[in-house]
């Protein structure tokens, strides 16, 4: 049996050393949950929030096939503490889980420059403008597929207002580029950042992703940065983040064959 564990602080041990704020939110309380095999006694968990599942302690096939909150979703990325649970996905999915290389960028609180962030702000072209997410904004996002998870992990306005923040371009009223927090935890974010296909090489990712960052430092949050691609990595390093590793995660495809 798997059971969502409410005293989630029982797992903290698990993730020990694991700098990924989704596990922080999830330790936290703030969103998403830890998964258990003991309430009493765990020897293994999965921390999910979103899209994300981590896994971590005793490798366990019904911890890596247990789904919850799965059920209108056939995609998960999953990431292993170690070879054995990489193992363990691998042979529960098959060919249905495919392996990636994610980057993880370093966390280090003092390193932007402020003036080297306001002046990519100030790199706006004539045409668009520049606003952080409101309520109306936050719904308009929601309802769009290519940002939608600039908001989706908030339920409403009300939570995203607390623990979340975000910056998104506008052109002719409609949202072309976004940075925003995937997921938030006490003291900081995730961030998401995206751009519409057609407003891309315009430099209006690092854009919104620079007045993020003003705005996280002003409020005293850290705006943490998990990369899915070199691309991603390129934008960090511009932005000022350090490249720190390379980690496994896995793609899988939920639904059953």
Same mark, same amino acid.
Request: net charge negative; proline share 4%; with cysteine.
């Given at each position: +049996? ?13 993730? %020990? ?13 703030? +969103?998403?949950?830890?998964? /258990? ?23 366990? $096939? ?15 990325? +999953? ?11 691998? /042979? ?6 495919? #392996? ?13 420059? =402020? /003036?080297?962030?306001?002046?990519? &702000?100030? #790199? ?6 520049? $606003? ?11 309802? &769009? ?12 306005? /009300? +939570? ?8 998104? &371009?506008?052109?002719? #009223? %409609? ?17 998401? &950042? ?6 891309? #090489? ?16 002003? $409020? ?16 960090? %390093? =511009? ?11 896995? %793609? ?6």
């Amino acid at each position: +049996m798997i059971y969502q564990l409410e005293q989630t602080q029982q797992a903290s041990p698990f993730f %020990e050393g694991w700098q990924e704020t989704m596990i922080w939110s999830c330790l936290q309380n703030v +969103m998403g949950s830890i998964y /258990t095999d003991s309430l009493e006694h765990p020897s293994s968990v999965m921390a999910l929030l979103g899209d994300f599942c981590f896994l971590a302690g005793k490798p366990l $096939r019904e911890m890596v096939m247990h789904e919850p909150g799965l059920v209108s979703r056939d995609f998960v990325i +999953m990431v292993p503490k170690d070879p054995e649970w990489a193992g363990l996905i691998e /042979t529960c999915y098959g060919k249905r889980a495919v #392996r990636v290389e994610r980057y993880a960028i370093k966390k280090e609180p003092h390193v932007f420059q =402020k /003036t080297k962030l306001q002046e990519i &702000i100030g #790199r706006l072209p004539d045409g668009y403008t520049l $606003r952080m997410i409101d309520q109306d904004l936050f719904w308009q996002c929601g309802k &769009i597929h290519w940002c939608k998870d600039l908001v989706s992990q908030y339920k409403d306005f /009300t +939570m995203y207002k607390t623990y979340g923040l975000g910056a998104v &371009i506008l052109k002719d #009223r %409609e949202p072309v580029s976004g940075a925003s927090s995937y997921s938030g935890y006490h003291g900081g974010i995730e961030i998401e &950042i995206d751009t519409r296909n057609d407003c891309r #090489r315009q430099g209006l990712a690092s854009i919104c992703g620079a007045k993020l960052i003003l705005e996280c430092l002003a $409020r005293g949050w850290y705006p943490s940065w998990d990369a899915q691609n070199q691309w991603s990595v390129a934008l960090a %390093e =511009k932005l000022g983040y350090h490249y720190d590793h390379a980690y496994t995660a896995y %793609e899988v495809n939920t639904a059953q064959a």
